[in-house]
């Protein structure tokens, strides 16, 4: 797997962003380094994770066999919607397992579990390789990911807020 070349020029583009009601923050940012690699941040807390946007762009689901930032744009607005879907359909007391890094040989996920009218939100890793997993058809959010284990959080924020975080950012990658 060498390097690929992404033909769009570099740029910023906050895909997600959400400050919950004790200033906390979760926001993932695709920085486009034109490599496909290390150029997604995710922001939680007061903790970062740098990861790739490889599989992203090999993703076929979205845009057909087609690279580069504008592809990774697309699945990343793809991906959301189904975070979107997960938990507004989330029953009190369950957990949506909401994926964001897809890597070789593990993956990394958003555990959102719904107490009333607020989310409890984790960072954590799984087992799964990202390679199994095709990005704009991730698994069923209600199952857990083979491995998983937290390693932070958890974060309260309103459903309302992160719902509103995904649309703004849905609506901001168009």
């Given amino acids: 797997m060498g390097s690929a070349r992404v033909p769009a020029a570099?740029?910023?583009?906050?895909?997600?962003?959400?400050?919950?009601?004790?200033?906390?923050?979760v926001m993932l940012t695709f920085e486009n380094n034109r490599t496909l690699h290390d150029d997604l941040l995710l922001k939680f807390?007061?903790?970062?994770?740098?990861?790739?946007?490889?599989?992203?762009?090999?993703?076929?689901?979205v845009l057909g066999r087609r690279r580069g930032a504008p592809k990774v744009r697309a699945v990343l607005r793809t991906l959301l919607e189904k975070w979107r879907a997960a938990i507004a359909a989330l029953a009190n007391g369950?957990?949506?397992?909401?994926?964001?890094?897809?890597?070789?040989?593990?993956t990394a996920w958003l555990a959102c579990e719904r107490v009333d009218t607020e989310l409890l939100v984790r960072h954590g890793w799984a087992t799964v390789e990202g390679w199994t997993i095709v990005p704009s058809d991730p698994p069923p959010p209600e199952t857990k990911?083979?491995?998983?284990?937290?390693?932070g959080g958890p974060w309260p924020v309103s459903i309302a807020d992160f719902l509103d975080g995904i649309d703004r950012s849905i609506d901001a990658a168009r």
Avoid: H
């Avoid at 570099?10 to 923050?25: E, H, L, M």
């Avoid at 990911?145 to 390693?151: E, S, T, V």
């Fill in 145 to 151: 990911p083979a491995g998983f284990k937290p390693d």
């Fill in 10 to 25: 570099p740029g910023r583009f906050v895909i997600f962003s959400i400050t919950g009601d004790g200033g906390a923050a």
């Fill in 45 to 61: 807390g007061g903790s970062v994770w740098r990861c790739d946007s490889y599989y992203l762009a090999l993703d076929e689901g």
């Fill in 94 to 106: 369950a957990t949506a397992y909401l994926p964001y890094d897809f890597s070789d040989q593990c």
